[in-house]
C-alpha cells in the first residue's frame, strides 16, 4: 500500500512552487560531469556509521553517477553515536578539510555546521528545515544550505493515531523525545491524544544514557504504549530503545519502516534507504558538480509504508486489530 503525500488532496501551492523550481533547477545540469582527474572532498557528521545500510545506499547510488569513494571522491566521516558533545568539536574538524561538501543530519548537526561555514555546501536531512529555521523555504533555501525534510511533525502525529488504533482499549501512552523536539509539536501531540480519551505522558532526554530510565518512567506512569518521535539521534540509538521496550513488554511505534523489520512493533513513514538513495544522494551529486545550495530546493519524502512485526506483537501480548494488519504494506509474522 503505497501512501504518497498528495493521495486524495488537492497539491499544497508550496509543494508546486517546489516541484516546478526543482524541474527549472535540475535540467540544465544534468549533463555536467565529473571534472577529469579532480579529486572531491565530502565530509560527514551523523549519529550513524558510514557504512549504515542508509549510507550505504546512497554512495551506491552517487557512484553510478561517476563518483567513486576512494577514487575520486575522499570520504572524511565523524560518527558521535552516543556522544552528542562531539558535534561541535567534529564539525569544526571537517570544515578544515577543504571540503567540497559537508553532509549532515539532524538539527544539531545542522546549526553547528551553520555555525562553522558559510561557505561550504551544507546537505542536511531532518525533520523540518524550514519550521526549524534552518533554511528560508522550499522552493529557495537560501544561503549555504540544502536538503531534505523528512515531514516530522505530521507523521509524528499520524503515528500516534496508528498506535492508539494497534493497541486496543489504550487510556495511558507515553512519548519518547529528544531534547531538540519544539513544546509546540509535544502539545499538539497531547491535545490529540486527549481528544482520543488517551492520556500522554512526556519524557525528553539529552544522552543516550536518558533512555533507558524515560523509557522505564515510561512504563512507571502507566503507559500502555510508546511513541517514539522522529529523530536521527534516537534513530542511531535505536537498538537500546527496542531492547528495553521489548524488555519492559511496551509496544512502540518508530519512524522507519526498516525498525519494524529490525524487530519494532511497528513503523510508519519513508524508508531511510530509499530517502538517502533517491533523494540525498541526487542532491549530494548536484552539490559536487557545482550547483549551489540555495537554487537546490528542499526535497521532501513522498511515499510512506506501515510496516506491522506481528512477531513482536505476540511477544508483547498484543492483538493488532485485524483492520489495521489488512492496511498495512507489509506485515512480518
Known amino acids: 500500500m503505497d501512501q504518497g503525500v498528495n493521495r486524495g488532496q488537492p497539491m499544497k501551492r508550496r509543494e508546486?512552487?517546489?516541484?516546478?523550481?526543482?524541474?527549472?533547477?535540475?535540467?540544465p545540469f544534468t549533463a555536467m560531469a565529473q571534472e577529469p582527474g579532480r579529486i572531491?572532498?565530502?565530509?560527514?557528521?551523523?549519529?550513524?556509521?558510514?557504512?549504515?545500510?542508509h549510507f550505504v545506499a546512497m554512495f551506491d547510488e552517487v557512484r553510478r553517477s561517476g563518483f567513486l569513494v576512494g577514487q575520486n571522491l575522499i570520504v572524511d566521516w565523524r560518527s558521535y553515536g552516543a556522544r552528542i558533545k562531539l558535534i561541535p568539536e567534529f564539525t569544526a574538524e571537517l570544515v578544515k578539510g577543504h571540503l567540497d561538501v559537508i553532509l549532515v543530519n539532524g538539527d544539531a548537526v545542522i546549526r553547528a555546521a551553520q555555525e562553522a561555514t558559510t561557505t561550504i555546501p551544507?546537505?542536511?536531512?531532518?525533520?523540518?528545515?524550514?519550521?526549524?529555521?534552518?533554511?528560508?523555504?522550499?522552493?529557495?533555501p537560501g544561503r549555504n544550505t540544502t536538503g531534505v525534510s523528512i515531514l516530522a511533525t505530521e507523521l509524528d502525529g499520524k503515528r500516534q493515531?496508528?498506535?492508539?488504533?494497534?493497541?486496543?482499549?489504550?487510556?495511558?501512552m507515553a512519548v519518547l523525545a529528544d531534547e531538540a523536539t519544539g513544546p509546540?509539536?509535544?502539545?499538539?501531540?497531547?491535545a490529540?491524544?486527549?481528544a482520543r480519551g488517551v492520556e500522554l505522558s512526556i519524557h525528553q532526554i539529552a544522552t543516550a544514557e536518558e533512555i533507558t530510565a524515560a523509557i522505564e518512567a515510561a512504563k512507571a506512569s502507566g503507559a500502555a504504549a510508546l511513541n517514539v518521535l522522529s529523530s536521527p539521534f534516537l534513530y542511531g540509538n535505536r537498538q537500546i530503545v527496542m531492547q528495553r521496550a521489548a524488555a519492559l513488554r511496551l509496544p512502540a511505534i518508530y519512524q522507519f519502516p526498516e525498525e519494524a523489520e529490525e524487530g519494532g512493533f511497528v513503523a510508519y513513514g519513508p524508508r531511510i534507504t530509499q530517502v538517502f538513495r533517491e533523494l540525498v544522494a541526487e542532491?549530494?551529486?548536484?552539490?559536487?558538480?557545482?550547483?549551489?545550495p540555495a537554487d537546490i530546493p528542499i526535497e521532501q519524502p513522498t511515499k510512506f509504508e506501515l510496516v506491522i512485526n506481528l512477531k513482536t506483537a505476540n511477544a508483547l501480548g498484543v492483538t493488532v486489530p485485524a483492520t489495521l494488519v489488512a492496511r498495512a504494506d507489509k506485515v512480518i509474522e
Open 184 to 190: 509546540r509539536e509535544l502539545a499538539a501531540l497531547r
Open 192 to 194: 490529540a491524544a486527549q
Open 16 to 27: 508546486v512552487v517546489a516541484l516546478v523550481t526543482g524541474a527549472i533547477v535540475t535540467w
Open 283 to 292: 542532491q549530494l551529486v548536484k552539490l559536487l558538480r557545482g550547483v549551489k
Open 161 to 172: 493515531e496508528i498506535l492508539i488504533e494497534a493497541v486496543p482499549e489504550l487510556r495511558r
Open 122 to 140: 551544507i546537505l542536511g536531512i531532518t525533520e523540518d528545515m524550514v519550521g526549524q529555521g534552518l533554511v528560508d523555504s522550499l522552493a529557495r
Open 40 to 53: 572531491y572532498r565530502l565530509g560527514g557528521v551523523s549519529s550513524s556509521p558510514r557504512d549504515a545500510p
